[in-house]
Every structure is written in structure tokens, then in C-alpha cells.
């Protein structure tokens, strides 16, 4: 039994006649997968991720950060690889031509070569408490929920701030794995820091070797769009968002006559430049929720807008004739906590500590801090911190515990803390004067936040269990009926709540026989024949 075909050729056309007269001429029976290589990666990119789709039931797995191997490389591992000439390129051009106006058919399912897809509308509410929307009438989330999914919350994950968790919204991995760990850009070699807007400008920072779905979903053949999201201005392996708009400097996020913009700008790209996936990110009730503490009547005000804007946005779905093509995922970062003013944590006046000792430090941001000791004085900072404040928690690195899935990057310095629900760190001075912050345990209940879905694709009325948001990056893709990159979540854990539960696949008619060939919801699958495989399944980056 043929187990692997790998098919080389420098040209994307030439590879992509050759794939098909491939599985005209080969019985799809004898082969268990088959990879199309170029030793140039774009083109070994673009190949993988459009053409291969409708083979890859075993791990596509020659193609590292770097692009594919030497094809030398390939041969010692004793896969076949086969190398197209000239006269045999224009044989199975000429056959692939004729089978692909003959008898090449497509099946409900397949991907958008053969067929439309569903396109896909994810809106981020930043800083949406799981239940901000319950002591108040919000009666557009609420029709949300009845004809479509709600989740009673959703954990984010940990450190529980805007970019990182939005990152990993977008990669369906954890921090540790996916390496944006804060809303900050920093250097500790040289201290310098820059703050969130400046971050988001920082393609080094997001760049991690992890692809949001964005960079996946375009490799993939599809037209997608940003607006105002995290990671959105960002490039990724030399590949930007093709449709993009990011905010201003200095912008105002509360203004509801922009927010209607934003959404008539998004239905344009939906309806006019027939867009697959777009990504929309509202400021709020973050902001106000800093600023006036999530208790208040100006939060609830807040949410009275963002109920508004549910109804508008689906309003001009409606308007649009897109309700049966498009699927609406409403969700956000974090939740929100009223903060503590009373005995709080001041490193400046721990007994026996000193910012002398410190040659990097990333405090007064909320609950969260990255110490890096100057060399020498780690154990020596530990010992004056560790029992420094009932509220405050201090690990070394190696130490933090594992239920974060945060501390294993290296980026990560080696003292990390953590203060308890309602507590800010503060450094040297006193300069956090908020009401309401985030930043603290994914566990506690008030950093919980929503998940609402309504579509075609999404079962009307139903009320799900809590789940982690590191789940929804599968989900996402299984919507788009592409690929997903290696991720840390599941689609077991949404895939209840779906109207149709089937894996996406092409199906290739030859003179040989029929088969349909089924794509992993969860990525690349992993095939008990290969053992050496780089890229397990599940795959967790390393530093």
C-alpha cells in the first residue's frame, strides 16, 4: 500500500493540475495522504493550505516554521516523492483539464472552490461581564439568545487582559503557547515598555510562529477583514489582514454614532465586497467599567448601548438578506472587578525589598507584575516578597501553577505575580486610580465573561454549559470550513451546538471510484503510522 505521496513543483498551477490528475489516476484507496512540496515556502504554503485540503486526513506535517524540508530530507524519512517534468506536466494538465469539466463533482460540504460558504461576523464587547447583561432589561441579547446560543459564561484565560486573551481567541491557544502575554510590548534588556495602542503596532509582539485565524482563513483561499481587533495591524510570517481598519491614537471608544458606522462598514464588506470572515471590536463596557467601577449606573448605561447596537447589527443583517448566510458570534476578553482602596499592595514599602535589586519590572498594571532580578538577587527578592501581603502571590517561574497555562514562554521573567480578586499591585508610586479592573484569576466568577451565536449553522434556543474560550478558535473554523492551525481547544466542546454535526470533504469522482475524503474539524489529524511526526496533534509551541 502506497502510504504517502508527496507531489514537487515550484509553480502553484503545475502542483495544483498535478494534484488532481493525481487523484484521477491513483485510486484514492491506496494512498493514506498526500503533501504538494515546493522548497520555496510561500509557494509551499499556498499549496498546502488551497489544494491539499481534500487529502488531509493524515498530519500535514513536512512543513515547519521555516516552510518544507529538503526534498532530500523527505526521501530519507522513505516517503515517495514524486517530481513533474515537462512532458509528463503537460499529460496530466491535459487529463486534470478534462476530468475537472467531466467528472470532478462537488458535495454539500466541500470547501469554496466547489461551493458557497456561510460567512462569518465575530464581535468582541471588551470587558462584557458573563452577567452585566442581568440587572437590567437587554432585550436584543436577549432575542439573540432565543433564536440562537447562549453559554451561561466563558472562562477566558489567564492573564485575563484584552490582547493576550483575544490572541488567544484568535489561535485557540493558551498564552504560554501563543506568546502575546500582555498588553504591553516590553524589553527587559533594555526596560523600554510600550503602552496597548503602541502594542498593537508591534508586529514582533504578536508574531510568535502562531497564525490567528485571519492569516489561516486567507491561506486558505478566503476574503477576511478587521476591524478594530486586537492583533489585527500586526504581520504575520510577511502576511498582513488583507481588509483592515485600525483605531486612532487617543480614540474614543464609546461613541454609538461610530459604532453604527463600524457596523454599516462591516455589512458593506459582507454585502458589496463579498467577504468571508470579518473580526469587530468595540472598546466597551471596558472603558467605563475602568473608570466607573462595574457596579455603576454608568456601566448599566453602557449596557443599555451595546444592547442597542446587538439589535442594530442584526437589524442590518436583515436589511441585507443575510440571515440564512450569515453566522453572528458575540463574545468578549474578561469580565470585570470593583477594585479594593483599602490595605493594599505597595512593593515600595515591603521590609527588605528594593527596586535596586530589580533590573526589569512590569508593576502597576492591575493584579498582575513580571519582576527580573538583577543577577544574584533572585532568591533574595523571592524571600522579602513571598510574604510580603495576605493578597499578594509571588512565584518563581518554573513554580507558577500549571492550571494558568501562562508562565512557560520565554518571555515570562522569573518572578511572576499575581495579587487576589479586588487588589491592584501597585510599584514605586500609587499611580492606579481605577474603579474597576481586570487582570485577575480566570477562575473568579467576575472575570467570567459571554458567548452568544446566531445563524444558520447555530441551534435556536439553546443554553449551553460554561466552556473556556480557548475552545472557540475551533469552532470558528469549522464555521469557515477551513483548516485550523495546531491549538490547544477542542470543537467536542461546541460542536453540540451546531444544527449540523458532519466534517467538511470534497468528493473526488474518477473512472476509478468515488470517495469522499473527510477533513479534521480539530486540525491536522495525527495517523498511528507516524510516529515521527513533527506536529502532533494538540500541539503546544515551546519556547
Not at 432585550?139 to 477566558?156: F, Q, S, W
Not at 463600524?262 to 472603558?287: A, Q
Request: proline share 6%; glycine share 6%; charged share 25%.
Amino acid at each position: 500500500m502506497l502510504q504517502r505521496v508527496i507531489l514537487s513543483s515550484e509553480d502553484p498551477g503545475i502542483s495544483r493540475s498535478l494534484f488532481w490528475a493525481c487523484l484521477a489516476i491513483i485510486p484514492p484507496s491506496v494512498i493514506d495522504w498526500v503533501i504538494m512540496c515546493s522548497l520555496n515556502p510561500v509557494i509551499a504554503r499556498t499549496l498546502n493550505s488551497r489544494f491539499i485540503l481534500g487529502c488531509a486526513t493524515g498530519p500535514v506535517n513536512c512543513l515547519g516554521k521555516d516552510g518544507p524540508p529538503d526534498i532530500r530530507t523527505i526521501k530519507c524519512h522513505g516517503e515517495k516523492v514524486w517530481k513533474i517534468g515537462k512532458k509528463m506536466f503537460v499529460f496530466l494538465a491535459f487529463l486534470s483539464t478534462l476530468l475537472s469539466l467531466t467528472v470532478c463533482a462537488p458535495l454539500q460540504g466541500t470547501p469554496q472552490e466547489t461551493r458557497s460558504r456561510n460567512k462569518l461576523l465575530l464581535v468582541s464587547f471588551d470587558g462584557f461581564r458573563w452577567n452585566y447583561d442581568q440587572d437590567l432589561d437587554t432585550p436584543n441579547l436577549e432575542a439573540m439568545a432565543r433564536d440562537g446560543v447562549k453559554a451561561r459564561y466563558l472562562t477566558p484565560p489567564f492573564v485575563t487582559q484584552t490582547s493576550p486573551s483575544h490572541f488567544t481567541l484568535l489561535t485557540g491557544k493558551y498564552m504560554e503557547n501563543h506568546g502575546v502575554i500582555h498588553n504591553m510590548w516590553f524589553n527587559t534588556s533594555t526596560g523600554q515598555k510600550l503602552p496597548y495602542y503602541h502594542t498593537q503596532r508591534r508586529s514582533d509582539w504578536w508574531d510568535n510562529g502562531s497564525l490567528p485565524i485571519w492569516i489561516t482563513a486567507q491561506r486558505q483561499g478566503l476574503k477576511v477583514a478587521s476591524l478594530f481587533f486586537p492583533g489585527g495591524n500586526a504581520t504575520y510570517q510577511g502576511e498582513e489582514v488583507n481588509v483592515k481598519k485600525v483605531e486612532k491614537l487617543l480614540h474614543k471608544y464609546d461613541n454609538e454614532t461610530e459604532w453604527r458606522q463600524n457596523v454599516d462598514t462591516v455589512m458593506k464588506w459582507f454585502h458589496e465586497d463579498d467577504l468571508d470572515f470579518v473580526s469587530l471590536y468595540f472598546g466597551e463596557p471596558d472603558s467605563t467599567g475602568h473608570r466607573y467601577g462595574p457596579e455603576s449606573q454608568q456601566r448599566k448605561d453602557m449596557i443599555r448601548q451595546v444592547d442597542r447596537t446587538v439589535g442594530y447589527l442584526r437589524q442590518r443583517i436583515a436589511e441585507h438578506g443575510m440571515n440564512s448566510v450569515l453566522n453572528l458570534v458575540i463574545t468578549s476578553d474578561h469580565g470585570m472587578e470593583t477594585v479594593i482602596k483599602k490595605d493594599e499592595i505597595h512593593l515600595l514599602k515591603v521590609a527588605n525589598f528594593s527596586f535596586q535589586d530589580i533590573q526589569f519590572e512590569l508593576v502597576d498594571y492591575g493584579p498582575q507584575g513580571l519582576l527580573l532580578p538583577k543577577p544574584g538577587k533572585l532568591e533574595q527578592v523571592y524571600e522579602a516578597l513571598k510574604n510580603a501581603h495576605p493578597k499578594l502571590h509571588v512565584y518563581k517561574k518554573e513554580e507558577f501553577p500549571k492550571r494558568f497555562h501562562y508562565a512557560n514562554h520565554i518571555r515570562v521573567t522569573p518572578l511572576v505575580l499575581y495579587s487576589d480578586t479586588g487588589y491592584v499591585i501597585h510599584g514605586r508610586v500609587k499611580v492606579q486610580f481605577n474603579k474597576g479592573e481586570h487582570g485577575f484569576d480566570n477562575e473568579d466568577m467576575n472575570m467570567k465573561t459571554i458567548f452568544r451565536a446566531v445563524g444558520p449553522a447555530f441551534k435556536q434556543g439553546l443554553e449551553v454549559e460554561p466552556f473556556e474560550s480557548v475552545n472557540i478558535y475551533a469552532l470558528l473554523c469549522k464555521l469557515l470550513n477551513i483548516i485550523p492551525e495546531p491549538h490547544d481547544g477542542s470543537l467536542e466542546v461546541t460542536r453540540h451546538m451546531l444544527v449540523k454535526d458532519s466534517d467538511a470533504g470534497y468528493v473526488f469522482k474518477s473512472y476509478f471510484k468515488e470517495a469522499r475524503v473527510p477533513i479534521s474539524p480539530e486540525g491536522v489529524r495525527r495517523s498511528k503510522k507516524l510516529e515521527h511526526s513533527s506536529i502532533p496533534y494538540n500541539y503546544r509551541e515551546k519556547p
